[in-house]
T-cell receptor, first 111, second 113 residues
Framework: EPEVTQTPSHQVTQMGQEVILRCVPI?????FYWYRQILGQKVEFLVS????????KSEIFDDQFSVERPDGSNFTLKIRSTKLEDSAMYFC?????????FGSGTRLTVV | DQQVKQNSPSLSVQEGRISILNCDYT??????FLWYKKYPAEGPTFLIS?????DKNEDGRFTVFLNKSAKHLSLHIVPSQPGDSAVYFC????????????FGSGTQLTVLP
């Protein structure tokens, strides 16, 4: 069964450093997303990407965040200057015709 | 603004019995609903979905019921198995948008052997 693949599975970074989280969505999917889940809280929408541009973003997705689809397969989330409160599980997802598949997540720990 | 609510944080059920997980929503623009199962430190795993034009969808042991007038949906698992123990999230989106999901807060299901 097709999968959404995320790397790395766990990233530890110092406060103020830049991180890039990587995702390979399912190849025939057209919509791509990033979500996050802070420990003990809900899964929250960050951003959606369609037709090579951001289609929606939440209040969480401020100027520190950016997304990119640098080639035909990868979809990345960059956090420019990480803060302690960015520590969370970050999930990539892709969807097409109602099917909506999540990756296994990257646990980001900011110290 | 909790547009999707799961009011029961936990549920325990005996193996072989039915598990019923409930979800309420407030946004009448939602027209597609999904249930996910999630283990700690893993991504949500899709279980079953339903569009607002239907009131029931069944897939094996999983059935989702949608009551649009009450803005309520439920997931029935029968028979429940110990391997079903996980956190269950309901989620919803509006198909005319970028289809971003709004999640409930989850219900921890424990199936006792």
């Amino acid at each position: 069964e097709p999968e959404v693949t995320q790397t790395p599975s766990h990233q530890v970074t110092q406060m103020g450093q830049e991180v890039i989280l990587r995702c390979v969505p399912i190849s025939n999917h057209l919509y791509f997303y990033w979500y996050r889940q802070i420990l003990g809280q809900k899964v929250e929408f960050l951003v959606s990407f369609y037709n090579n541009e951001i289609s929606e973003k939440s209040e969480i997705f401020d100027d520190q965040f950016s997304v990119e689809r640098p080639d035909g397969s990868n979809f990345t989330l960059k956090i420019r200057s990480t803060k302690l409160e960015d520590s969370a599980m970050y999930f990539c997802a892709s969807s097409h015709r109602g099917g909506y598949t999540f990756g296994s997540g990257t646990r980001l720990t900011v110290v | 603004d909790q547009q999707v609510k799961q009011n029961s944080p936990s549920l325990s059920v005996q193996e072989g019995r039915i598990s019923i997980l409930n979800c309420d929503y407030t946004n009448s623009m939602f027209d597609y609903f999904l249930w996910y199962k999630k283990y700690p430190a893993e991504g949500p795993t899709f279980l079953i979905s339903i569009s607002s034009i239907k009131d029931k969808n069944e897939d094996g042991r999983f059935t989702v019921f949608l009551n649009k007038s009450a803005k309520h949906l439920s997931l029935h698992i029968v028979p429940s198995q110990p391997g079903d123990s996980a956190v269950y999230f309901c989620a919803a989106y509006t198909s005319g948008s970028a289809r971003q999901l709004t999640f409930g807060s989850g219900t921890q299901l424990t199936v006792l052997p």
